[in-house]
């Protein structure tokens, strides 16, 4: 903070276990990670190499270095290890991630169809040597997972070692937790956290009036993934009441005023 003002929420700090940040790197070249960094880095927990992108980016070995040492997680995206498991390569997949030097992976079957007795038992096996995150949703438009079954699937595969379960959205925001039009399928998410706790969750949220939603919803330390690189500072100003979405959200009653 460049001012202490009054009535600004306290953020919890990295490493946080509450409150994160998750941002998909699309492949940006070195040059722009080290910027975002210089910038950003007091924000960020989590930096996820975005679906298969790390298989063909440049100079990954020196921006994945540059993310660890700023105190950023780093793992890559779940649709990778999908390519992988598709193709039998499990152990190839876990010689990919150790050859990146990471210590966090993503399981997820939003592109495959899997037995979820199969995905817990790859988390399992993962979480003896990794921080675990799975992602629970289909990346397809249409489909539907009943909402018992969306908190089923979260809390089998905590028990099975993940640290953080992802409510999938995709990139785009429109599927999974989402309508078409991008807003939160209300139900379904007071559905989830009646089963699961809110901090076991990671909502993938891309769109700012996602991230109001959820933020007005559980607090500004709730966890919020696949932010752009662009939207990290404004997003840390709607968790902190510094923005007009989320400007009276934090003030105490005295000090709120209405629209007479």
């Not at 660890?68 to 997680?73: E, I, L, S, V």
């Amino acid at each position: 903070m460049n001012f202490k003002l009054p009535h600004i929420p306290e953020r919890t700090v990295s490493p946080r276990q509450s409150g994160v940040t998750m941002v998909m790197d699309k492949g940006i070249p070195l040059q722009h990670a080290e910027a975002f960094i210089d910038n950003c880095s007091d924000f960020v927990d989590i930096v996820k190499l975005g679906f298969g992108t790390s298989m063909i980016s440049k100079n990954l070995d020196a921006k994945i270095a540059l993310y660890k040492k700023a105190g950023m997680r780093v793992y890559v995206g779940g649709t990778l290890f999908e390519a992988f498991i598709i193709r039998n390569k499990f152990d190839d997949y876990c010689k990919y991630v150790d050859k990146l030097k990471l210590d966090h992976v993503e399981v997820s079957d939003g592109s495959i169809s899997m037995d979820h007795n199969e995905k817990c038992e790859y988390i399992n096996k993962l979480s003896k040597r990794f921080t675990v995150l799975s992602e629970v949703g289909s990346k397809e438009e249409g489909i539907i997972i009943h909402p018992n079954k969306w908190t089923s699937m979260m809390r089998k595969e905590l028990e099975a070692g993940s640290w953080k379960v992802i409510a999938e959205a995709r990139e785009s925001g429109n599927v999974g937790i989402y309508h078409r039009n991008g807003s939160a399928h209300t139900m379904l998410v007071n559905k989830i956290i009646a089963k699961v706790k809110p901090e076991d969750i990671l909502w993938e949220a891309p769109q700012k009036s996602q991230q109001v939603w959820f933020i007005k919803q559980f607090g500004h330390n709730v966890n919020l993934g696949n932010i752009s690189f662009d939207e990290v500072i404004p997003l840390e100003t709607l968790r902190l009441g510094l923005r007009g979405d989320t400007f009276f959200s934090f003030l105490p009653k005295e000090l709120q005023q209405t629209n007479a």
